[in-house]
């Protein structure tokens, strides 16, 4: 049974569905994971933290969600079908995939270390497919599921001292609309959202340009500031917040989503298109 809170999307709509989300006890993810249980799916959240999934946990027990943890780095191929099968085992299937884990940091190209290229690509591309390649068999197997991978927008044009991320984001889009096509028939549909600045503690701490980059720090201190960044840099005139994407991530999720697959689904407030960055 769905817990009694307040939402769009009706009580019970993804009663009985299982879903992992990894990177889901913070941010973002914390907030796709919240709604996700509020709508009734069992939710498993993944993290390498295990101080960022007690907290998790016990706030959607709280609020009467049904929730599990696993720790996990989605760039180790093994463990992660090693989480997965033991998902399909203990709770007998598994509907939804959301690939959120992220890494990212201000870096420029030129001296970027290969082990530092190599963590953000792994956990952002690689993690991204290591999940999805995990989840393939349960899936096909059950009749269909869901796949939604967090994208971005600073790939869309140039954006310096993210080469990593932009690389690796670029190829989450890739693999989206090719996991898309090629897994249609087991009625997979794979899917991704491309979020826009949201002030997590995460995205606050890997947005700040190292001093002297000459890139502007969006997230800077003070909330003024801020405020005045939202009404010229953003047309909808405000920051995001992780259930602006939670929102899309439940409608994918969910029946409403039926024919929908291969698509990324940009939610920033109109902001790339005003100004080409995310
Ligand atoms: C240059 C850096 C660096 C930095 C780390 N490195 N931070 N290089 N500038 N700021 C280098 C290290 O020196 C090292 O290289 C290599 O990267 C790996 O670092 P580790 O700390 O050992 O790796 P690890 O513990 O695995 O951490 C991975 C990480 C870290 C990506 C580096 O930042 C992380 O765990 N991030 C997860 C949380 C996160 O970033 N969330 C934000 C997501 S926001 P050497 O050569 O020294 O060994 C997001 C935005 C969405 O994605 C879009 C919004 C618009």
């Not at 019970?12 to 913070?26: E, R």
């Not at 079908?81 to 190209?109: C, E, H, M, T, W």
């Not at 991530?249 to 024919?259: E, H, K, N, R, T």
Request: aromatic share 6%.
């Amino acid at each position: 049974m769905s817990p009694d809170v307040s939402s769009i999307f009706r009580p019970g709509l993804l009663d009985g569905q299982v879903a992992l989300v990894t990177g889901g006890g913070t941010g973002i993810g914390l907030g796709i994971s919240t709604l996700l249980a509020d709508l009734g799916a069992h939710v498993v959240i993944a993290s390498r933290k295990p101080e960022h999934l007690a907290g998790a946990e016990a706030g959607i027990r709280a609020r009467g969600g049904a929730v599990s943890t696993v720790a996990l780095d989605v760039r180790q191929p093994e463990a992660v079908k090693a989480a997965v099968d033991g998902i399909a085992q203990r709770l007998g299937r598994l509907d939804v995939l959301v690939n959120n884990a992220a890494g990212n940091f201000y870096a420029p190209s030129a001296t970027l270390s290969a082990n530092a290229w190599k963590s953000v690509v792994e956990i952002d591309l690689y993690g991204t497919f290591h999940c999805s390649q995990a989840v393939y068999p349960v899936m096909a197997a059950q009749g269909g599921g869901r796949i939604i991978s967090t994208s971005m927008t600073l790939h869309y044009r140039g954006w310096p001292l993210m080469a990593h991320a932009t690389a690796a984001k670029a190829g989450v889009d890739a693999l989206t609309r090719t996991l898309a096509v090629e897994w249609a028939p087991q009625r997979i549909r794979v899917n991704a959202i491309a979020p826009g600045p949201i002030p997590t503690e995460g995205v606050r701490k890997a947005f700040t340009p190292p001093a002297d980059s000459g890139v502007p720090d969006v997230f800077a201190a003070a909330e003024a500031k801020m405020a005045e960044y939202a009404r010229k840099g953003i047309p909808l005139g405000r920051w995001g917040t992780p259930e602006d994407i939670a929102n899309m991530v439940a409608f994918l999720a969910s029946p409403a989503g039926d024919w929908i697959t291969g698509a990324i689904f940009v939610i920033d407030g109109g902001e790339w298109l005003a100004k080409g960055g995310g």
